[in-house]
């Protein structure tokens, strides 16, 4: 772990006159082979690192990074970096964490893939398995965007001018395939993937494949619905993506710009009360799971919302300031500086199996994919492009396009009748088969 | 840094790295030329800052600098490339050779690809670089920017203002055997605020830039108008009614709704797409894909805009695509491998977010000729309907041609008249068939302000957009009142 670096670098800083800063360094390496139409399509290498500074001078501060660490440019940025911070404003909220409440023991989460690499051939052999399995699965899969296998190994390191300076290294390796299904001159795309911190815990190519070519079949003979409010039932994959426009909504920036419909509601009911959100920094192997923070906090394992009741925000140590609370230890870091991050962010399953959620509609939406960004972050209003299957009789009928699903996600979450029990920790943020009472389908 | 500014591309890799143009020509040469069908190698140097002003003070001030180099091999349908970012000969080496082996997987179809030299263009030269400007101006703007924007009514809580001003210098060593570079300028101003009144809350953002100055925000009362738009925009939400659900009548305002193309036309006719088969648009070239009122055009060449390049990212200078003539299907934004196995001429359309990634077709600045009618009297053609003003982000689905964009200022219409603001909906409609119901284009063609990033496979680049006042006689408006 190339602590030493970020050790010098904060030394430098504090010679230029910073009265505190921290470093994050991250290196790391990628391939990735993709595949079309079972020939090679892209093939790419990298290797990169980058190295990002935060200093304050007094409660003022600034932030830099660089991808070049030659003694030069890493001179360069502390200085600019300091200088920087002297044109700034005092803020007094601004700093480091208190040292003592540092993390001391690194714990290992087991987020690094111990067996050895495998040839670029058999990297490109995995993703052409993956797509020939959706190619020959079903007739109706006639095209492809391609396959793509792909991996990434990184180490982290973070260190303050208090002395902390801890590390960790993770590895991901990804599988995604991206058929084209057609008939009678409609075509229709879909996808699946795979991810994991473990080679051997991604899916089979082949299972990843027909998977994919399944759910571009499905969306054959799509039809636009006449516009009608309806029970809607949000399958994982777009019910996680509910999940995240709610994470974002409790963090802390959002809160204290007052740019958050969560605002002044913490410990007031905001979901029905089958509604339970955690995120776990903690699960071992879990491609969210992390040590410690972007400021060197051991993470751990929040309760969002308990049954309904928003129980926290999450927050940094600067905006858990702003708004006189303490920090959930949920600082991420990037290039940009400091922001929230979740880990493992997961609406807790129900007792009802998808099936029968699907099975007690007689005349709804079943939603398999949204588009856009018409999310209000401040207001709730949510209004977003859907594709998904109709259900008629407790049965998915037919599928549909062109179609908007609308509602504020304040009246959605209340209106959340129904918790599959189906939840599966594919992705840093999952979801069960999510039901919601009523909303507003819109079509022709 | 103004010296760094003012360098030659050239010169910059060449004193700073040793990396000289024939240098680069060696690597292709030794490790690319004649055992592949295209090769380049692409120099980047990036230094990139960001002032934020939040709560009244300057909060957040930051600077990046990235640099890199990416070498690419292509041999028939293949690509092969490698980055690295320390940019030195060994690591250029081993990139070709890593970038090499895509090659020597297959055999190389023997098709070279057209070299497409030709003079750069200079669109953005200016008397002083955006990031060279002195920080206590744009700290003094931002300070005015939150005064001002506070003052236009007391139901504005807070005003969140940035200034980001960048540089990119690159160089591309093409295996036709030369070497073009590029400066590039970019900044961009923005202002959000949040309005309150009642326990309501709503936000308002507006912005502008380009490759220009940053004196072009003092300038014809810029930023005080970015203020003004951010400030009405939040205030005006706080009144807003549902927007209706289902298909209707829409009148699309000038300037940045020419989203709408990009989103419904725009990624469908990029040449990927179209060689793999993949859109919605594929084979349909020479075919009536709009109304005969409508001509849609990118256009990378416009002086000092947010999605203008003197030359692509593949080395290749911009053009003037005609992407639909009068209603018909004309061209395609292509890059040069697509090009290549398309047979056809590269557009200028080969762009790339930065040396971590290959290029891929892309627009630039894209938007609809003017046409005949008065703005106003469209409007007042409309018995019942939507007229849409701005827009959030839009996203399209290529292969069904099903595209999405979110209205965030829009009004009723009714008889005519425009009645009540509606709570920010969604647009959708089928990229294929939403433009032949084009029924009236105004005479009023704006460019957006300069605040457009578009994304296409994880690699975000500028754009720009326009559009004169249309209207569009059935899209579907994803409300909440049926």
């Given at each position: 772990?190339?602590?030493?670096?970020?050790?010098?670098?904060?030394?430098?800083?504090?010679?230029?006159?910073?009265?505190?800063?921290?470093?994050?360094?991250?290196?790391?390496?990628?391939?990735?082979a993709?595949?079309?139409?079972?020939?090679?399509?892209?093939?790419?290498?990298?290797?990169?690192?980058?190295?990002?500074?935060?200093?304050?001078?007094?409660?003022a501060?600034?932030?830099?990074?660089?991808?070049?660490?030659?003694?030069?440019?890493?001179?360069?940025?502390?200085?600019?970096?300091?200088?920087?911070?002297?044109?700034?404003?005092?803020?007094?909220?601004?700093?480091?964490?208190?040292?003592?409440?540092?993390?001391?023991?690194?714990?290992?989460?087991?987020?690094?893939?111990?067996?050895?690499?495998?040839?670029?051939?058999?990297?490109?052999?995995?993703?052409?398995r993956?797509?020939?399995?959706?190619?020959?699965?079903?007739?109706?899969?006639?095209?492809?965007?391609?396959a793509?296998?792909?991996?990434?190994?990184?180490?982290?390191?973070?260190?303050?001018?208090?002395?902390?300076?801890?590390?960790?290294?993770?590895?991901?390796?990804?599988?995604?395939?991206?058929?084209?299904?057609?008939?009678?001159?409609?075509m229709?795309?879909?996808?699946?993937?795979?991810?994991?911190?473990?080679?051997?815990?991604?899916?089979?190519?082949?299972?990843?494949?027909?998977?994919?070519?399944?759910?571009?079949?499905?969306?054959?003979?799509?039809?636009?619905?006449?516009?009608?409010?309806?029970?809607?039932v949000?399958?994982?994959?777009?019910?996680?993506?509910?999940?995240r426009?709610?994470?974002?909504?409790?963090?802390?920036?959002?809160?204290?710009?007052?740019?958050?419909?969560?605002?002044?509601?913490?410990?007031?009911?905001?979901?029905?009360?089958?509604?339970?959100?955690?995120?776990?920094?903690?699960?071992?192997?879990?491609?969210?799971?992390?040590?410690?923070?972007?400021?060197?906090?051991?993470?751990?394992?929040?309760?969002?919302?308990?049954?309904?009741?928003?129980?926290s925000?999450?927050?940094?140590?600067?905006?858990?300031?702003?708004?006189?609370?303490?920090?959930?230890?949920?600082?991420?870091?990037?290039?940009?500086?400091?922001?929230?991050?979740?880990?493992?962010?997961?609406?807790?399953?129900g007792?009802?199996?998808?099936?029968?959620?699907?099975?007690?509609?007689?005349?709804?939406?079943?939603?398999?994919?949204?588009?856009?960004?018409?999310?209000?972050?401040?207001?709730?209003?949510?209004?977003?492009?859907a594709?998904?299957?109709?259900?008629?009789?407790?049965?998915?009928?037919?599928?549909?396009?062109?179609?908007?699903?609308?509602?504020?996600?304040?009246?959605?979450?209340?209106?959340?009748?129904?918790v599959?029990?189906?939840?599966?920790?594919?992705?840093?943020?999952?979801?069960?088969?999510?039901?919601?009472?009523?909303?507003?389908?819109?079509?022709? | 840094?103004?010296?760094?500014?003012?360098?030659?591309?050239?010169?910059?890799f060449?004193?700073?790295?040793?990396?000289?143009?024939?240098?680069?020509?060696?690597?292709?040469?030794?490790?690319l030329?004649?055992?592949?069908?295209?090769?380049?190698?692409?120099?980047?140097?990036?230094?990139?800052?960001?002032?934020?002003?939040?709560?009244?003070?300057?909060?957040?001030?930051?600077?990046?600098?990235?640099?890199?180099?990416?070498?690419?091999?292509?041999?028939?349908?293949?690509?092969?490339?490698?980055?690295?970012?320390?940019?030195?000969?060994?690591?250029?080496?081993?990139?070709?050779r890593?970038?090499?082996?895509?090659?020597?997987r297959?055999?190389?179809?023997?098709?070279?690809?057209?070299?497409?030299?030709?003079?750069?263009?200079d669109?953005?030269?200016?008397?002083?670089?955006?990031?060279?400007?002195?920080?206590?101006?744009?700290?003094?703007?931002?300070?005015?920017?939150?005064?001002?924007?506070?003052?236009?009514?007391?139901?504005?809580?807070?005003?969140?203002?940035?200034?980001?001003?960048?540089?990119?210098?690159?160089?591309?060593?093409?295996?036709?055997?030369?070497?073009?570079?590029?400066?590039?300028?970019?900044?961009?101003?923005?202002?959000?605020?949040i309005?309150?009144?009642?326990g309501?809350?709503?936000?308002?953002?507006?912005?502008?830039g380009?490759?220009?100055?940053?004196?072009?925000?003092?300038?014809?009362?810029?930023?005080?108008?970015?203020?003004?738009?951010?400030?009405?925009?939040?205030?005006?939400?706080?009144?807003?009614?549902?927007a209706?659900?289902?298909?209707?009548?829409?009148?699309?305002?000038?300037?940045?709704?020419?989203?709408?193309?990009?989103?419904?036309?725009?990624?469908?006719?990029e040449?990927?797409?179209?060689?793999?088969?993949?859109?919605?648009?594929?084979?349909?070239?020479?075919?009536?894909?709009?109304?005969?009122?409508?001509?849609?055009?990118?256009?990378?060449?416009?002086?000092?805009?947010?999605?203008?390049?003197?030359?692509?990212?593949?080395?290749?200078?911009?053009?003037?695509?005609?992407?639909?003539?009068?209603?018909?299907?004309t061209?395609?934004?292509?890059?040069?491998?697509?090009?290549?196995?398309?047979?056809?001429?590269?557009?200028g359309?080969?762009?790339?977010?930065?040396?971590?990634?290959?290029?891929?077709?892309?627009?630039?600045?894209?938007?609809?000729?003017?046409?005949?009618?008065?703005?106003?009297?469209?409007?007042?053609?409309?018995?019942?309907?939507?007229?849409?003003?701005?827009?959030?982000?839009?996203?399209?689905?290529?292969?069904?041609?099903?595209?999405?964009?979110?209205?965030?200022?829009?009004?009723?219409?009714e008889?005519?008249?425009?009645?009540?603001?509606?709570?920010?909906a969604?647009?959708?409609?089928?990229?294929?068939?939403?433009?032949?119901?084009?029924s009236?284009?105004?005479?009023?063609?704006?460019?957006?302000?300069?605040?457009?990033?578009?994304?296409?496979?994880?690699?975000?680049?500028?754009?720009?957009?326009?559009?004169?006042?249309?209207?569009?006689?059935?899209i579907?408006?994803?409300?909440?009142?049926?």
């Amino acid at each position: 772990m190339n602590t030493d670096l970020l050790v010098s670098v904060l030394k430098r800083a504090s010679q230029r006159g910073a009265t505190a800063a921290d470093g994050y360094l991250v290196e790391e390496s990628r391939f990735s082979a993709s595949v079309r139409m079972r020939e090679i399509e892209n093939i790419n290498h990298s290797r990169e690192q980058r190295l990002s500074l935060r200093v304050f001078a007094g409660r003022a501060s600034a932030a830099a990074s660089t991808s070049d660490l030659s003694r030069e440019s890493l001179e360069r940025v502390v200085d600019e970096a300091t200088a920087l911070a002297k044109i700034t404003a005092e803020d007094p909220h601004a700093g480091l964490p208190d040292p003592a409440t540092l993390i001391t023991r690194v714990p290992d989460l087991d987020l690094e893939d111990a067996g050895g690499d495998l040839s670029p051939e058999e990297k490109i052999e995995i993703a052409r398995r993956a797509e020939a399995a959706a190619l020959e699965s079903d007739p109706r899969v006639t095209n492809s965007e391609g396959a793509e296998y792909s991996d990434r190994r990184a180490r982290y390191a973070y260190a303050t001018s208090h002395g902390f300076a801890h590390g960790y290294a993770t590895t991901s390796f990804g599988i995604s395939v991206s058929p084209i299904a057609s008939r009678n001159g409609e075509m229709q795309r879909d996808y699946w993937y795979s991810t994991a911190r473990k080679r051997d815990r991604l899916e089979d190519p082949e299972a990843v494949g027909r998977k994919a070519a399944a759910r571009a079949v499905r969306r054959l003979g799509a039809r636009k619905m006449k516009s009608v409010e309806v029970p809607v039932v949000f399958d994982p994959e777009t019910a996680a993506s509910l999940v995240r426009s709610i994470a974002g909504a409790a963090s802390g920036p959002s809160l204290y710009r007052r740019a958050s419909f969560f605002l002044d509601r913490l410990g007031t009911t905001i979901a029905a009360p089958t509604v339970t959100i955690v995120d776990d920094a903690l699960i071992p192997s879990a491609l969210g799971s992390r040590p410690f923070d972007g400021e060197g906090l051991a993470t751990g394992r929040t309760v969002l919302v308990r049954e309904g009741v928003l129980e926290s925000y999450l927050l940094d140590t600067y905006s858990a300031r702003k708004l006189g609370l303490a920090s959930t230890h949920h600082a991420g870091r990037d290039g940009a500086g400091v922001s929230v991050t979740t880990t493992n962010l997961m609406l807790l399953p129900g007792k009802t199996t998808p099936q029968e959620l699907i099975g007690s509609v007689k005349n709804g939406f079943y939603v398999t994919e949204l588009i856009g960004f018409g999310v209000n972050g401040v207001t709730g209003d949510y209004s977003r492009g859907a594709v998904g299957q109709w259900i008629e009789n407790g049965e998915l009928a037919y599928p549909v396009e062109e179609v908007t699903v609308a509602g504020n996600l304040l009246q959605m979450l209340s209106a959340i009748d129904g918790v599959g029990d189906d939840l599966v920790l594919r992705d840093r943020t999952v979801a069960p088969t999510l039901r919601i009472g009523r909303m507003v389908v819109a079509g022709t | 840094m103004t010296d760094l500014a003012r360098t030659r591309p050239e010169s910059f890799f060449s004193d700073r790295f040793s990396i000289t143009s024939d240098l680069m020509e060696r690597v292709l040469g030794g490790n690319l030329i004649g055992k592949v069908d295209d090769a380049d190698i692409y120099l980047e140097y990036r230094i990139n800052e960001e002032l934020v002003l939040e709560e009244g003070t300057v909060k957040k001030a930051s600077r990046h600098v990235s640099q890199g180099a990416g070498v690419r091999a292509q041999s028939a349908t293949r690509t092969g490339y490698a980055h690295t970012d320390e940019i030195s000969l060994k690591n250029l080496e081993e990139a070709a050779r890593q970038a090499r082996a895509i090659a020597d997987r297959s055999t190389v179809s023997g098709t070279l690809a057209l070299p497409s030299r030709g003079r750069p263009h200079d669109l953005y030269t200016l008397a002083e670089p955006p990031i060279a400007a002195d920080l206590a101006r744009k700290l003094d703007l931002l300070r005015r920017i939150d005064a001002e924007t506070r003052a236009t009514d007391p139901r504005i809580k807070q005003v969140i203002a940035s200034i980001t001003s960048e540089e990119v210098i690159m160089l591309i060593a093409t295996a036709s055997g030369w070497t073009v570079g590029d400066i590039r300028p970019l900044t961009r101003l923005n202002v959000t605020t949040i309005a309150e009144e009642g326990g309501k809350r709503e936000i308002g953002s507006y912005g502008g830039g380009g490759r220009v100055t940053f004196d072009f925000f003092l300038e014809e009362g810029r930023w005080r108008r970015f203020a003004a738009e951010a400030a009405r925009q939040a205030v005006l939400k706080l009144s807003a009614v549902d927007a209706p659900a289902g298909s209707m009548t829409v009148v699309f305002g000038p300037g940045w709704p020419g989203i709408l193309l990009h989103e419904a036309i725009g990624h469908g006719l990029e040449g990927d797409f179209n060689r793999k088969g993949t859109s919605a648009f594929a084979g349909r070239m020479g075919h009536k894909v709009a109304s005969e009122l409508v001509t849609v055009v990118d256009d990378g060449t416009i002086a000092n805009r947010r999605g203008s390049l003197n030359v692509d990212d593949e080395g290749t200078p911009t053009g003037r695509t005609v992407l639909i003539e009068n209603g018909i299907l004309t061209g395609y934004m292509q890059d040069r491998l697509n090009a290549r196995l398309m047979g056809m001429k590269p557009t200028g359309n080969g762009r790339r977010e930065s040396y971590a990634y290959p290029p891929m077709p892309r627009m630039t600045n894209t938007f609809m000729l003017a046409g005949q009618d008065d703005p106003e009297e469209i409007l007042k053609s409309v018995k019942h309907g939507l007229y849409a003003v701005t827009f959030g982000g839009g996203q399209v689905d290529i292969t069904n041609g099903k595209f999405v964009f979110s209205a965030s200022e829009a009004y009723l219409v009714e008889d005519g008249r425009i009645t009540a603001p509606v709570k920010g909906a969604t647009l959708i409609g089928n990229g294929p068939e939403a433009l032949t119901r084009v029924s009236r284009v105004g005479s009023d063609l704006k460019l957006d302000e300069g605040v457009g990033t578009c994304g296409k496979d994880g690699q975000s680049v500028p754009v720009g957009v326009g559009l004169p006042t249309i209207r569009i006689d059935g899209i579907t408006v994803g409300g909440t009142a049926v």
